[in-house]
Nanobody, 125 residues
Framework: QVQLQESGPGLVKPSQTLSLTCTVS??????????WNWIRQPPGKGLEWMGA???????FYSPSLKSRTSISRDTSKNQFTLQLSSVTPEDTAVYYC?????????????????WGQGTQVTVSS
C-alpha cells in the first residue's frame, strides 16, 4: 500500500520561501509510470494543482505558479519536495502531495489515487 506524508513548517513569513517534503512509502517514486503531484487548498476554496514530477524526473508546473515554484526529488530517500518562493498570505492553504497514474493537472480528487493527509501552511508575519 502506497503512503504519502507531507512535512515542513506550518508557519512561513511573507516574502520567504515555503519548503515542503513528501515522503513516500510502499513504492518507489522512480518505478511505474506515475506522476507525483503537489496540490493545495486555500481556506474556503477548491483544490489547486501546483505541479508534478514524473518518475523520469521531468517536472511540470501550473502556469499561474511557475515563476515561483520548484519541484525536485531525492530518490535515495524516496522523497519529492516543493519550494514556493516569495509567499504572501494568499499562499496560506493545506498542502497535499498525491500520486496520479497519468498526467492530471487538475484539482479533482478522483484523478489521484493516493494522497497524503495534508499539512497546513500559514503565511503570516
Amino acid at each position: 500500500q502506497v503512503q504519502l506524508q507531507e512535512s515542513g513548517p506550518g508557519l512561513v513569513k511573507p516574502s520567504q520561501t515555503l519548503s515542503l517534503t513528501c515522503t513516500v512509502s510502499g513504492g518507489s517514486i522512480t518505478s511505474g509510470y506515475y506522476y507525483w503531484n503537489w496540490i493545495r487548498q486555500p481556506p474556503g476554496k477548491g483544490l489547486e494543482w501546483m505541479g508534478a514530477i514524473h518518475k523520469s524526473g521531468s517536472v511540470f508546473y501550473s502556469p499561474s505558479l511557475k515563476s515561483r515554484t520548484s519541484i525536485s526529488r531525492d530518490t535515495s530517500k524516496n522523497q519529492f519536495t516543493l519550494q514556493l518562493s516569495s509567499v504572501t498570505p494568499e499562499d496560506t492553504a493545506v498542502y497535499y502531495c498525491a500520486r496520479s497514474d497519468l498526467f492530471k493537472a487538475t484539482g479533482w480528487v478522483r484523478d489521484y489515487g493516493y494522497w497524503g493527509q495534508g499539512t497546513q501552511v500559514t503565511v503570516s508575519s
